[in-house]
């Protein structure tokens, strides 16, 4: 006797972007750490920021892996935690836009600075810090746009990275 | 509520007595302390709320669970800050694993001094922000109020569990502003509890059609209230159809029915786990497949379709996959549900059942709770036996343990037949429980016969809620099952690690029957079986605090045992059957 087969039959490892609207109060980013930590799922990014003052909510973008099974878990945990209002799983739920933005330092002189220059140019990074012998670039997109790029200036003179981690958000009008 | 009360200007520690008032809170479970004096002046002052002393704040925990359990209502605790909170953090997890509705009140250091290391501080959200449901700081008295209110709703809706407020002992001595009940809703958190009556019809559909069904019934039909379990009994009865339930259902279905098989799990019965290894359509309804339960999930009822009925949509597909997930209220989709079965005009496969009912019949008669009865030597399950005749009948019997081999023995022997007459810590196993958990239910029921079925060694762990016992004249029964051993543990050894008995022996025990006179209570003593029933009758003929100290064979294993690693068809029905190899290697990791 069967009923319908079951959407968690699979054992494959899905990577989905959840988008959380939470109460902006004490504790509560620690609240969804400690979940993902004390459950032992996985943090691929999370970023979190204030998104309406008068109702004092923030919305959490975190980027996790895991079966089926475990992500409908994590969605599930994440929703009766008191001060969540809502949990979106954007990779399930149609088209989306992620975005990440990253500083990106190199220092070096001669033909290695002049080539990471014009590498920024063609990936529309910024300079946003210059001195004699280094840049900081300011690059946005796809995670995997920055991780080239990234690996580009490490032949150059990277000095160091700083990332914001992953911002989603759903396609066409409709709102979380 | 007029507008001019909720303005009313008090101080921190009065708001805090009027919301427990507002909440109907008549009684609460706590231990003074530095950060918490100001409350403890407030109720001082008050006649409307009785204040429990422990001797722990572990135990009030307990006792507020007992309280709890044995009630429906939320259990209220106050502790102090620092030691007082970090002791609370037992009872809070053993809360949060049984979802038993908690609001716990801590001091705290005055607000300029947190995060200063002062004396008696620690982060008492931070250390229990994973042990409960939810928990705050409240750092402006003017959100007190609301806090409070907000603590019992959460507490209780939903699946419950326990909530910490942490209440710097400036925020006491403040004034702010009342706010009642009505005026305090969450802005979040809204559990679903109607389900979703397309699945009820489908499971219906399951029900109906099904040739080897059985229903697997939890905790959580207790939580839902008694309703529910009417409403369970009445269901079940309607389809004819085999019921068993886990150690935290233990009476939301009568014990005493033939359609019940008895629990299931790890020490549940050979029929109830067979039933559910072999059944074709499993209901399982406020339970959460727990590894107790299941056994090895992979081996885990394997030709069944499934229907998970629960509160907590986090509690479905987290160990086994489910076929038909209902969200709600288990009184409310009990009620779905046979009202759905009754339009339908549903009725069992009667043919099929009949087949069903046999085959079960023959696995009963295995009758897989017998244990070799000796002249002179207690047994325990004799020992249980014997209680249970001496109970039998009675419906203000209310039943605690401790955690180890008698807790499952009290599982099996003890007649449960209505709903809340049963605490046990089942999620966390806390051993020195079932005393506190004890006071909590005969501080609710003064009048009911409580009994703690103990163990030497939890016992140990708080007995020094003797005096709590007998500073408020609480009759509590103590039935230690004394065989000088962390029985279970030795049990594991015996079974696992070649009979190495590492630490498991109690050495120096104490004389419980002077003991409890020391307490000023009761200690009666049996040591051979025919003294037996006299020490139950004088221990329920008592109206005092009693230790009862039955010394019990040392050597006796629980059977029937489903091994770590091992499916419900791989049981141990008695030490006769080859032990060696009993848990695969695999298993060997697995608590």
Known sequence: MTARPSPFASTAIERHTISILVDNEPGVLARVIGLFSGRGYNIESLTV???????????????????????????????????????????????????????????????????????????????????ITSFVFEITGQGEELDRFIGLMAELGLVGVSRTGVVAMSRGPGGI | MSAATNETSLTGADIVLKALRDQGVEVIFGYPGGAVL??????????????????????????????????GKVGVVLVTSGPGATNAVTGLTDALMDSIPIVCLSGQVATHLIGNDAFQECDTTGITRPCTKHNYLVKDVNNLARTLHEAF???????????????????????????????????SYRPQVKPDLNRVEEAIDLLAKAKRPIFYVGGGVINAGPVASQLLTQFVRMTGYPCTTTLMGLGAYPASDRQWLGMLGMHGTYEANLAMHGCDVMVCIGARFDD????????????????HVDIDPSSINKNVRVDVPIIGDAAHVLED???????????????????????????????????????????????????RAAISGRDDVYITTEVG????????????????????????????????????????????????????????????????????????????????????????????????????YSEALPDFVKLADAFGGVGLRATEVSQVDDVIAEMIKVKRPVIVDMCVDQKENCFPMIPGGRAHNEMLLGPDEKVENATPEDGMVLV
């Open chain 1, 49 to 131: 920021a204030e998104v309406d003052r008068d109702a004092t909510l923030s919305r959490v973008t975190i980027v996790t892996s895991g079966t089926p099974m475990i992500i409908e878990q994590i969605k599930a945990q994440l929703g009766r935690l008191v001060p969540v209002h809502r949990v979106h799983d954007l990779t399930l739920e149609g088209p989306f836009v992620e975005r990440e933005t990253a500083l990106v330092k190199v220092a070096g002189t001669g033909e290695k600075r002049v080539e990471a220059l014009r590498l920024a140019d063609v990936f529309k990074a910024r300079v946003v810090d210059a001195t």
């Open chain 2, 38 to 71: 100001p409350i403890y002046d407030a109720l001082f002052q008050q006649n409307d709320i009785r204040h429990i002393l422990v001797r722990h704040e572990q135990a009030a925990l307990h006792a507020a669970e007992g309280y709890a359990r044995s009630t």
């Open chain 2, 153 to 187: 709703y959460v507490a209780k809706n939903g699946r419950p569990g326990p909530v910490v407020i942490d209440i710097p002992k400036d925020v006491q001595f403040a004034e702010g502003t009342y706010r009642s009940p009505a005026d305090s809703m969450p802005k």
């Open chain 2, 292 to 307: 107790r339960v299941t056994g090895k999930v992979s081996e885990f009822s394997p030709n069944s379709v499934k229907i």
């Open chain 2, 337 to 387: 549900m046979i009202r759905i079965w009754k339009a339908r005009g549903k009725q069992a496969d009667k043919a099929a059942l009949a087949e069903w009912w046999e085959q079960i019949e023959f696995w009963r008669a295995r009758d897989c709770l017998r244990y070799d009865k000796t002249p002179k030597i207690i047994k325990p399950q004799y020992a249980l036996e014997r209680l």
């Open chain 2, 405 to 504: 081999q008698h807790q499952m023995w009290a599982a099996q022997f003890l007649p449960f037949d209505k709903p809340n007459h049963w605490m046990t810590s089942g999620g966390l196993g806390t051993m020195g429980y079932g005393l506190p958990a004890a006071i909590g239910a005969q501080v609710a029921h003064p009048d009911a016969l409580c009994i703690d079925v103990a163990g030497e060694a939890s016992i140990l762990m708080n007995i020094q809620e003797m005096a709590t016992a007998l500073q408020y004249r609480l009759p509590v029964k103590v039935f230690i099952l004394n065989n000088q051993y962390m029985g279970m543990v030795r049990q594991w050894q015996e079974l696992l690690h070649g009979g190495r008995y590492s630490e498991s």
